[in-house]
């Protein structure tokens, strides 16, 4: 599926800098999550589910994707469908923004 396909379907808030949304799949995250620090939230149509920070999202992406993470099972219980993400330099800059994206997305899974 495409980012716009994903992003057309969506009946939620887009706070992320960067409005491009990612199937949540191994191919999505292959193909588009960065081996970079950032902050990073996964949603199905109708809610975000959650919103982590990590200093590789690719690997974070993995792990929750891939049922690794202590979040995993709260996160695929609401069935994910895509990922969004941007990219924040130093792990109190990336904590600060993650705090500030809990707030205001109100994940289901957190």
Known sequence: MLASTIVSTW???????????????ETGIAGNAPIRSGVYGIFNSIA????GEAGDMQKRLYEH?????EQSSRIWARNPTGFM?????GEQARKAREAVLIRELKPTAQ
Request: glycine share 0%; aromatic share 24%.
């Open 48 to 51: 975000w589910i959650y919103v």
């Open 85 to 89: 993400f941007e990219e924040v330099a």
């Open 11 to 25: 009946r939620i808030a887009v706070p992320f800098s960067d409005n491009r949304a990612y199937q949540f799949s």
């Open 65 to 69: 994707y891939r049922k690794q993470s």
